[in-house]
């Protein structure tokens, strides 16, 4: 397998800086639309030893 490498162009017109920000959105959507559930659950499993190990300490939300 090849690695690929991607370069990001930090200099766009208004235009084309909009047009990536509609592309992004839409592709969120469909995104937590397919995984939202899984993406949720993960999100949350992650969180699980910071939330455990605060307990512990006395840590306050």
């Known amino acids: 397998?090849?690695?690929?490498i991607?370069?990001?162009?930090?200099?766009l017109r208004?235009?084309?800086?909009?047009?990536?920000?509609?592309f992004?959105?839409?592709l969120r959507a469909m995104l937590v639309q397919t995984y939202g559930k899984e993406i949720k659950i993960m999100l949350?499993?992650?969180l699980q030893p910071e939330v455990l190990q605060e307990d512990?300490?006395?840590?306050?939300?």
Do not use: K, P, W
Request: hydrophobic content about 35%; aromatic content about 4%; some cysteine.
């Open 44 to 46: 949350q499993e992650a």
């Open 24 to 26: 992004l959105d839409q």
């Open 56 to 61: 512990e300490h006395g840590d306050e939300f």
């Open 1 to 4: 397998m090849t690695m690929r």
């Open 14 to 22: 208004a235009e084309d800086a909009c047009t990536i920000i509609e």
């Open 6 to 11: 991607n370069t990001i162009v930090t200099h």
